[in-house]
C-alpha cells in the first residue's frame, strides 16, 4: 500500500478575500470545516495543511493543531515547492491537492478519485472541473498525483507562474 497524503494549501494572504481561510461556515472556520469532512475519505493515510512562513498564518497552525492533524510551513507562493517539502516531510507517495476555498469536499468523490488513480497507476487524476459530462460542480474536488510527478515539475519548471 502506498501512503497517501491529502495536503491542504491555505494561507490567509488571499489577494481576492483576504483572510477567507478563516471566515466563519457555519460556526466555524472555513478551513476547519474542510478538515471536518475530508476527516471522512477512507482511503488517505494522513492530512497535512500546508501554509506559508509567513507570521499572519500563525493562526493556520493554530487551527491545524486544534483539529489534530499535521502540518507544515513553506513558501507563499511557490506552492510547487511547498507541496515537493510537505510530500517529503510527510513520505507521501500519493498526494491529494486541495485548495483551501473548495469549501465542499465530497469524502466519497475523493475515495473514488484515490481507488481510479490507484487502480490506472496514473501520474497525475482530477475530479475538479467538469469533464465528459461528470456533472461536478466546482468546490467538491481534487487531484491526486504520484511524488514522482511532483518530484519532475519540482526539478524542471523554473517559471514562478506555473509553481
Known sequence: MKKIVLIIQARMGST?????????????PLVGRIIERVSRVRNI????????????DDILIHLADRYNICHFRGSENDLVDRYFHAANKFEAEIILRLPADNPCPEPIEYDKLIDYHISEEKDFSSNICCFMGNGYP???GVEAFTYSALKSIWESERDPFKR
Open 16 to 28: 481576492r478575500l483576504p483572510g477567507k481561510s478563516m471566515m466563519d461556515l457555519a460556526g466555524a
Open 45 to 56: 493515510d494522513q492530512i497535512v495543511l500546508a501554509t506559508s512562513e509567513l507570521p499572519k
Open 138 to 140: 466546482d468546490g467538491i
